[in-house]
């Protein structure tokens, strides 16, 4: 049984530029959050998809946006990437209702480095 | 606001038993996570508490006191493998049940 997985692991981007990274969730999870983690730091909720909308927000600007396709995968883009956006992106899957909510399974992360 | 106050780092022996404490502060809540995480890797689900007393899986137990707004994460029987950062989060139903998550406790162990 898959995980949650993510894509690319590691990427290099220049200030200005756009990104994008792909999350696909654990079989059998609806949901999808996006985390940002800077190092040493806890992460910091994006966002939530959920039936293909985004659901719940975090405090970030409108630069991070996403989607969510019908197969529960989701993306989460970029633009105008700044210096202080390298960190690492994580994914983070889950059944939407009941308990399940409180059960997120994390992918190993996207990490992004602005130079 | 939120926030949520956690040690910086806890050193350990092997073998040994250690509790990571967790305060928050968030205008609802709705239950306290832990998760584990290893250097260079993603996030595990240890525990949640919803309700206030003491949950225990394996060698792993979490607490809560809900008039506290306080929990801890207790590590027992420590191996070398248990050493990781150690996450709390609280939802948080004033954010619209966002997951606030603490800055880690680095849990380090010795032989």
């Known amino acids: 049984d898959a995980g949650v997985t993510q894509s690319p692991t590691h990427l290099i981007k220049t200030r200005g530029q756009q990104v994008t990274l792909r999350c696909s969730p654990k079989?059998?999870?609806?949901?999808v959050s996006w985390y940002q983690q800077a190092l040493g730091q806890g992460p910091q909720f994006i966002f939530q998809?959920?039936?293909?909308?985004?659901?719940q927000r975090g405090n970030f600007p409108d630069r991070f946006s996403g989607h969510q396709f019908p197969n529960y995968s989701s993306e989460l883009n970029v633009n105008a990437l700044l210096l202080g956006d390298s960190a690492l992106y994580l994914c983070?899957?889950?059944?939407?209702?009941?308990?399940?909510?409180?059960?997120?399974?994390f992918g190993a992360g996207s990490r992004l480095t602005v130079l | 606001g939120q926030s949520l106050e956690q040690p910086s780092e806890v050193t350990a022996v092997e073998g040994a038993i250690v509790q990571i404490n967790c305060t928050y502060q968030?205008?609802?809540?709705?239950?306290l996570s832990w998760y584990q995480q290893h250097d260079g890797g993603a996030p595990t689900f240890l525990s949640y508490?919803?309700l206030d007393g003491l949950e225990e899986t394996g060698r792993f137990s979490s607490f809560l006191s809900r008039s506290d707004s306080y929990g801890y994460l207790l590590l027992q029987e420590l191996q070398m493998k248990d050493s990781a950062s150690y996450f709390c989060?609280?939802?948080?139903?004033?954010?619209?049940?966002?997951?606030?998550w603490g800055a880690g406790t680095k849990l380090i162990i010795k032989p």
């Open positions: 983070a899957s889950s059944f939407f209702g009941g308990s399940g909510a409180n059960v997120l399974t």
């Open positions: 079989s059998g999870h609806d949901t």
């Open positions: 998809y959920y039936e293909e909308e985004e659901r």
């Open positions: 968030t205008s609802g809540f709705y239950g």
């Open positions: 508490n919803a």
């Open positions: 989060a609280v939802r948080d139903g004033g954010s619209n049940y966002q997951l606030i």
